[in-house]
Nanobody
Framework: QVQLVESGGGLVQAGGSLMLSCVCS????????MAWHRQVPGKQRELVAV???????NYADSVKGRFTISRDNAINAVDLQMNRLRPEDTAVYFC???????????????WGQGTQVTVSS
């Protein structure tokens, strides 16, 4: 079974830092884009940051200069380093990966279970 396993998250004061980590496991081939999204109750899930297999990154305007996404292709992992956190960053953060399934050769979107990040003021 292909899955994304997330770790990190928790409670931090405004101005603090947290790191989220995510590893893809299972019978997979290549992993293309990997990303972090976030969602607050009553709102749509939004893209926070994305990194291509080649290392090209893109960020939501609200996190530029504060968050850094990185990946390790050898272990199909992606991290999100979050600095200078703000109360408005409070959300459930979801890992995402575009994964090649070994049995079919088809790329499928895979989501993690989500991890809570709470920033207190």
């Amino acid at each position: 079974q292909v899955q994304l396993v997330e770790s990190g998250g928790g409670l931090v004061q405004a101005g603090g830092s947290l790191m989220l980590s995510c590893v893809c496991s299972g019978s997979i081939g290549r992993v293309n884009n990997m990303a972090w999204h976030r969602q607050v109750p009553g709102k749509q899930r939004e893209l926070v940051a994305v990194v291509t297999r080649g290392g090209i990154t893109n960020y939501a305007d609200s996190v530029k200069g504060r968050f850094t996404i990185s990946r390790d292709n050898a272990i199909n992992a992606v991290d999100l380093q979050m600095n200078r956190l703000r109360p408005e960053d409070t959300a459930v953060y979801f890992c995402y990966a575009d994964v090649e399934m070994v049995d079919s050769g088809i790329y499928s979107p895979i989501w993690g279970q989500g991890t809570q990040v709470t920033v207190s003021s």
